[in-house]
């Protein structure tokens, strides 16, 4: 069995880099991955493997900070432009994108289920020859977006593990559950799959992030600690435009209250119980130099290491986006856009993740546990499925970075797509000869 899928992932190696940098060159923003949906799901379609698309993947009312219907529609045009068949845009319009693929091998056993997310950043990628995808040619092709994330291995990542189930499924017992996630940046895509009812029955369930850390290719973490719980603003300042010369006194000035709350937002008092952490990451505001700004919008996150932190955190900006406008005599609009609890992996995974990955020949190194630092909310399908009864975890896939995440160098090495692979395969096998 080891040659035999050593033989297998030396086999599919080549073939996943290429799927990898394909969709590297079409990153597609929350709730708009139409084509990226398309493409994972003609791959897995051909494995037999039964599919619920877009609608079908998701509780569409639970969905939070949708793109506008305008913008909306440009990238469903886009999709149908670059080849989405109408049948799969029907299912997927309106920003229902993302899928779930499901295998029963028919025999009884566990249920396994696995997410990888799909989406892209609003970030401009990098186009010098010390960034590897644009030295060979496979940029972002749409400006202004680009998978400076890794969520393109991450759903090559899933492909890959769909190949194994398929060769691999005589070997095998029980369901497997593949969920193909959109909109993960800003913690908006996980809450509508689990309202689906995909994990309600689940006894393993893993996830899992390439990066983090700037490691060797091989080096592998079983589970992760410090998921910073989030939540994510939308808000609007609305004062009154006048002449800054003529009658300055008419005006109510919504640039001003934006930056100032943007400033008191930053003098939140940090909490004793953990870390907390808070950034507004845009402000868009005024139209002209002698104009008293009537308009003011921002783009605010908050995290705290735990959900209660947050919940501070969160209590704390509100307060401040609320009561600042009132110095400047504007008025206020503030939708909650995005959300992720804190969640921690089940321990029970370090042993199981060592033995599986001891004869592996790509993976140098089993580390029982690295922190991420950063908010994911793969966090609700962790906890929903540790409240039925399961497992779950989070593991991390080492690489060296020549860039942090979402910086428009970022970069992984891409050895480390056949790895991950090679993981989860051998996570599978050992759940199966455990059970």
């Not at 799901?41 to 506008?68: A, C, N, Q, W, Y």
């Not at 793969?378 to 080492?398: I, N, P, R």
């Amino acid at each position: 069995m080891k040659t035999t899928l050593h033989s297998f992932i030396e086999t599919i190696e080549i073939d996943l880099i290429k799927k990898r940098r394909e969709l590297h060159e079409y990153p597609e923003l929350g709730f708009t991955e139409y084509v990226t949906t398309y493409k994972v799901g003609s791959e897995l379609e051909k494995l037999g493997f039964t599919l619920s698309i877009g609608k079908d993947s998701l509780v569409g009312h639970s969905r939070l900070g949708m793109p506008s219907e305008a913008y909306l529609k440009e990238n469903e045009n886009r999709a149908r432009d670059m080849g989405v068949p109408e049948e799969w845009m029907q299912k997927m319009i309106g920003g229902h994108t993302g899928l779930v693929a499901q295998l029963d091998t028919g025999k009884p056993g566990k249920h396994i289920a696995m997410r990888f997310d799909i989406d892209a950043l609003p970030i401009f990628e990098a186009s010098d020859q010390q960034h590897f995808p644009y030295k060979e040619g496979f940029q972002s092709k749409r400006e202004g977006v680009m998978h400076s994330c890794g969520h393109d291995g991450h759903a090559v990542i899933g492909i890959g593990v769909a190949m194994f189930l398929d060769q691999f499924k005589d070997l095998l017992s029980g369901r497997f559950t593949l969920l193909f996630q959109p909109a993960e940046e800003g913690g908006r895509g996980a809450k509508p799959m689990v309202e689906k009812g995909w994990l309600d029955d689940v006894d393993y369930f893993l996830s899992g992030h390439i990066g983090i850390h700037s490691l060797p290719v091989g080096n592998i973490a079983a589970t992760t600690t410090k998921f910073l719980a989030s939540t994510k603003y939308n808000v609007v300042y609305k004062g009154k435009s006048a002449h800054a010369g003529l009658e300055p006194n008419e005006g109510r000035n919504a640039l001003l209250a934006a930056s100032s709350a943007s400033l008191h937002l930053n003098g939140i008092t940090r909490h004793a119980d953990g870390a907390t952490r808070v950034n507004v990451g845009k402000l868009e505001a005024g139209t002209g130099r002698n104009i008293i700004a009537d308009y003011a919008r921002l783009e605010i996150e908050t995290r705290g290491e735990t959900t209660a932190l947050s919940d501070y955190m969160r209590e704390e900006a509100l307060r401040i986006l609320k009561t600042t406008p009132i110095l400047y005599d504007v008025k206020e609009e503030i939708e909650i856009v995005g959300f992720a609890p804190s969640a921690e992996c089940n321990q029970d995974w370090i042993n199981m993740i060592e033995s599986a990955c001891s004869n592996s020949e790509r993976i140098t190194n089993v580390i029982p546990v690295l922190p991420l630092g950063a908010s994911e909310d793969v966090t609700f399908m962790l906890e929903h499925v540790q409240k039925m009864g399961g497992l779950s975890t989070y593991l991390v896939f080492a690489s060296p970075l020549p860039a942090g995440h979402h910086h428009p160098s970022f970069d992984f090495d891409e050895k480390v797509l056949a790895t991950a692979v090679d993981a989860l395969a051998r996570i599978i096998l050992e759940i199966a000869n455990r059970d």
